[in-house]
Each structure stands twice: as structure tokens, then as C-alpha cells.
């Protein structure tokens, strides 16, 4: 179950379920689907128009539409989208965020690999709807380009809790006391995920 930005309800099963199968989990997770179909509820996808406002590093910065400097986008404590691109609005920002993700992301995870003596193969920036992150048993850690929205402490969780799985592939004990380790905030940065995912989703 995928609650999307705006508050739709997804569910995927296997073909061999019925509907009775799909409606018995639905009630079993009734309070869940209430909870994050509220919560999406008021995080409607991006317009693209002025004022509106986005998330990066934690931080919420406006969409202005005049001089981005020559070039297409501007960030100057704002998103300053040039004035005749004003169409190309939703386009420009998406891949402006993408690629912020990609050098941030790039960054900070060799800075952290180095720091607690973690070596990965490569990173893979995702677009995952789901997943914040991942780590192949080949050492490749994906991470999601979304997570450029969250603080960097947030981030650091994510990246840190991958790099864990290098370690221990898994979610046992041992797992999470290694990553508690690295990150000993590392609860409130998961309950930081958990409330603000319908508004980091809504790309």
C-alpha cells in the first residue's frame, strides 16, 4: 500500500489475491491508510507558480519568476526561475532538484564513508516512490533525490543507515545498534521521516 501526494491510495498485490484478500489487509491497516491518506491530503503536488514554496536542506525557500542571472534557474534564497521560462516552470525545478541531490548526495556520503571506515562501490541516485535508500549486497547504496528536501541531519541518518548494511545486511539488533552508534539521534530523525513524507513526496 502507497498513499501518493494528494492522498491517493495505491495498492499493488499478487494476481492470485482476492478481494476479499486485498479488503482483510486494508482493515487490518485501516488507522495507518486514515493517518497517511490525511497527511497527503494536505500536500498537494506542486503548481509551479509564484510564491509557492519548497523544501531544501529543511529550509523553505519561494518561486520567483525574473532575473535568474543569465542562466535558467537561480537559487539565491529563493528558486528565481527566469521570467520567459515561466512555462517550463515545473520542468526546470524538478531537474534542478535532481541534480542538487546528485553533487549533495555525492558529497556527503564520501564524507561520511570516511569518517566511520565504510567503503561502497557506487551510489546511485533513485527515484524511488517508496524507498528512501537501499544497499546492494555488491556494495552499491541508492539514495533517493528526494532526500535533498530533508535537514542534513536527516540525510546523514539515511546515508549512515545504509552504509550500516555494508555491515549487516539486515535489520537485527546488532544493525540498529551499530547505526545508533554513528547516529545516536537516529529516532527522531525516523520520526522526522515518518511526518513529513506526504509533503517530501509531493514532487
Known amino acids: 500500500m502507497q498513499v501518493e501526494a494528494g492522498g491517493t491510495l495505491v495498492i499493488r498485490a499478487p494476481l492470485h489475491y482476492s478481494d476479499h484478500d486485498i479488503q482483510r489487509m486494508m482493515d487490518k491497516y485501516e488507522t ?7 497527511a497527503a491530503s494536505q500536500h498537494q503536488p506542486y503548481r509551479f507558480i509564484e510564491g509557492e514554496k519548497y523544501l531544501y536542506l529543511g529550509v523553505q525557500y519561494p518561486l520567483v519568476f525574473g532575473n535568474s542571472g543569465g542562466g535558467t534557474i537561480k ?18 525545478i ?21 569518517q566511520y571506515n565504510f567503503s561502497f562501490s557506487r551510489l546511485r541516485i533513485s527515484n524511488a516512490k517508496a524507498n528512501w535508500g537501499s544497499c546492494s549486497t555488491k556494495g552499491t547504496i541508492s539514495l533517493n533525490w528526494r532526500l535533498v528536501q530533508c535537514p542534513p541531519k536527516v540525510i546523514d541518518y539515511i546515508i549512515i543507515h545504509e552504509l550500516a548494511h555494508l555491515r ?23 520520526k522526522w521521516l515518518r511526518r513529513n513524507s506526504p509533503m517530501l513526496r509531493t514532487f
Not at 537559487?75 to 515561466?86: G, H, M, Q, W, Y
Not at 524538478?94 to 570516511?114: D, P
Not at 540498529?176 to 525516523?190: F, G, I, R, S, Y
Open 94 to 114: 524538478l531537474q534542478w532538484f535532481k541534480n542538487e541531490a546528485r553533487k549533495y548526495l555525492s558529497t556527503r556520503i564520501k564524507e561520511l564513508s570516511k
Open 168 to 190: 549487516e545486511m539486515n535489520h537485527s539488533p546488532h544493525f540498529w545498534a551499530l547505526v545508533e552508534t554513528m547516529c545516536p539521534d537516529c529516532q527522531n530523525h525516523k
Open 75 to 92: 537559487f539565491d534564497n529563493a528558486l528565481i526561475v527566469a521570467e520567459e521560462l515561466r512555462a517550463k516552470a515545473g520542468m526546470l
Open 32 to 38: 495507518w491508510i486514515k493517518i497517511h491518506v490525511h
